[in-house]
C-alpha cells in the first residue's frame, strides 16, 4: 500500500529536548516536505527536498532542520523545541514537487510545554 | 503576503444544494492548480487539479473553474453531501508545477442533512 508514515503521530515534550519527527515514504518519490498546520493559518511549508542530500527552506524553518540521506527518509528535527512549535505537522511527498498528487502522512501532534 | 487566498474560512451548505469554495491568487507565475480536502484527524488529500491551460476540469460531482485574467478559482461540489464536509485547501504551483505548491488557509464546508 502506497503511504506516507510519520512517526510520532503524538507528542508531549518539554522546552529545550531535543526531537525527531520521523517520515518514510514508500513510493520512490523524489520529492518530500514537511507542513505545520496551526489554527487560522491554514499549511504552512517548513522545508522541501527534491532528491537526496538536496534539501530548501519553505515559509516557516526557524527552529527547524532536516536531512534527506536517502529517498524514502525525511526527518524533521527540533533542536531545541519552544512553545511556539506546537502544532499538528504533516510531511507529504510526490514525483514532482509541486504538480499531480501530493501524500500526505496523517500527521504528528506536538505539544511543548 | 499571502499568494493563495480563501477569503471564507467556513461555508454551511444544504444537502444536495451546491458547494461553491472559492480561491483568489496574486502570482501570476501561477500556472497549476490543486484542490485538497482534509479530515479530522487524517492528512490532506488530493482531491482535483487544473492546469492554466484550461478553464474548467471537472471530476464527477467536482469541478473546478479558473479565471486566469481575474486570478480566481472555484471549487464546485454538486450535489453536495454529508460526507464532504471537510476543510478544502485551494493550492498553486508555478513552472508547470515544479516548484512547491502555495497553500490557502482553507474554507471549512459542512453539509447539513
Known amino acids: 500500500e502506497a503511504q506516507v508514515t510519520q512517526n510520532p503521530r503524538y507528542l508531549i515534550t518539554v522546552t529545550g529536548k531535543k526531537l525527531t519527527v520521523t517520515c518514510s515514504q514508500n513510493m520512490n518519490h523524489e520529492y518530500m516536505s514537511w507542513y505545520r498546520q496551526d489554527p487560522g493559518l491554514g499549511l504552512r511549508q517548513i522545508y522541501y527536498s527534491m532528491n537526496v542530500e538536496v534539501t530548501d527552506k519553505g515559509d516557516v524553518p526557524e527552529g527547524y532542520k532536516v536531512s534527506r540521506k536517502e529517498k524514502r527518509n525525511f526527518p524533521l528535527i527540533l533542536e531545541s523545541p519552544s512553545p511556539n512549535q506546537t502544532s499538528l505537522y504533516f510531511c507529504?511527498?510526490?514525483?514532482?514537487?509541486?504538480?499531480?498528487?501530493?501524500?500526505f502522512g496523517e500527521g504528528s501532534r506536538l505539544t511543548v510545554l | 503576503d499571502q499568494q493563495v487566498k480563501q477569503n471564507s474560512p467556513s461555508l454551511s451548505v444544504q444537502e444536495g444544494r451546491i458547494s461553491i469554495l472559492n480561491c483568489d491568487y496574486t502570482n501570476s507565475m501561477f500556472d497549476y492548480f490543486l484542490w485538497y480536502k482534509k479530515y479530522p484527524a487524517e492528512g490532506p488529500t488530493f482531491l482535483i487539479s487544473i492546469s492554466s491551460i484550461k478553464d474548467k476540469n471537472e471530476d464527477g460531482r467536482f469541478t473546478v473553474f479558473l479565471n486566469k485574467s481575474a486570478k480566481h478559482l472555484s471549487l464546485h461540489i454538486v450535489p453536495s453531501q454529508p460526507g464532504d464536509s471537510a476543510v478544502y485547501f485551494c493550492a498553486a504551483s508555478a513552472n508547470s508545477g515544479n516548484t512547491p505548491l502555495v497553500f490557502g488557509k482553507g474554507t471549512r464546508l459542512s453539509v447539513i442533512a
Open positions: 507529504a511527498s510526490s514525483w514532482v514537487a509541486g504538480a499531480g498528487e501530493l501524500f
